[in-house]
């Protein structure tokens, strides 16, 4: 059974920063796209980074551009999201989800969205 599990969400300032983690199971990591969403209140679900099946390769969107970074740890079946200088805007639910397909992150051409597993979703406030 497939499954990914966020945590490291919470309450932070402005201009500070923050680690998720994703935890799976029930699948080797290694063989899938992994990516980070968000849903910010009242919003669409949106993509934020994603890294390749192959070579590991990463994309980020031009919100989180320079300041999110993200990373897979294979051998623990591990995927983590570091997030600098954060801003109110950054507020949201954030989610970890994995996809077989090559084409879910291919970072000449951006990610998908309809990504095949996903996880319940940790909570991000950035707040003052």
């Known amino acids: 059974q497939v499954q990914l599990v966020e945590s490291g969400g919470g309450l932070v300032q402005p201009g500070n920063s923050l680690r998720l983690s994703c935890a799976a199971s029930?699948?080797?990591?290694?063989?899938?796209?992994i990516a980070w969403f968000r849903q910010a209140p009242g919003k669409e679900r949106e993509g934020l980074s994603c890294v390749s099946i192959s070579e590991a390769r990463t994309y980020y969107t031009d919100p989180v551009k320079g300041r999110f970074t993200i990373s897979r740890d294979n051998a623990k079946n591990m995927v983590y999201l570091q997030m600098n200088k954060l801003e109110p805007e950054d507020t949201g639910v954030y989610y970890c989800?994995?996809?077989?397909?090559?084409?879910?992150?291919?970072?000449?051409?951006?990610?998908?969205?309809?990504?095949?597993?996903w996880g319940q979703g940790t909570q991000v406030t950035v707040s003052s």
């Open positions: 029930g699948f080797n990591l290694k063989n899938y796209a």
């Open positions: 989800a994995a996809d077989s397909r090559l084409v879910a992150c291919l970072p000449e051409y951006g990610m998908r969205s309809d990504y095949d597993h």
